[in-house]
């Protein structure tokens, strides 16, 4: 008995290890992405979507999400606002355009998903519904991600090329996870 105490006290110090250490790496990149993020103005804030299995990533494809983290993000970081939950658009390679309409809905008050990857008709569809579908974060911290989105959006406005969404609104109290 006294042998297996010790394995499993060993393998519950290499778990907090390994949690440690990838906490950590969540928080550098937090940190570098805020850095980064000096030029965005005080006054632009976005709501995002990020489809995720897990981990603090970016790392669900946009057909297979279950339910999608919704983040409101700004200069000074992303706050978890939520999650929603929907029915998966993708079906052994083919997507339900009725299910693609009522994910679609869900997210309509979201400026971007964060995906790991999209196919062509859900990336136009959101696209038409001025969703952007953002795949280059793919497999990449959450809040970094989202941080690293709103940088990048900014500029896009500051070159005319996107107009600036309203501010959020306020997540609602079932909303909130």
Known sequence: LCWKR???????????????????RLAA???????????VPVSLTARVAVA??????VNEHFGHAREFQIYDVGR???????????ENYCQGGDGDEDVLDAVLAA?????????????????ERLAAADIEPVERHAHQP????????LGHHAGRI?????RPRPAPAPALAQEVA
């Open 52 to 57: 995720t299995k897990g981990d603090g990533l």
């Open 76 to 86: 000074f970081g992303a706050t978890l606002v939520g999650v929603r939950k929907v």
């Open 158 to 162: 500051a070159r005319g090329e996107v």
């Open 142 to 149: 959450i809040e970094a991600s989202t941080i690293a989105w």
């Open 29 to 39: 990149a937090r940190d570098a992405a805020l850095g980064e993020a000096g030029a």
């Open 107 to 123: 997210l309509a008050d979201c400026a971007a998903v964060l995906v790991a990857k999209v196919g062509r008709c859900p990336r």
């Open 6 to 24: 010790r394995v499993h006290q060993r393998r519950v110090l290499v778990h907090r290890a390994a949690e440690e250490r990838r906490r950590g």
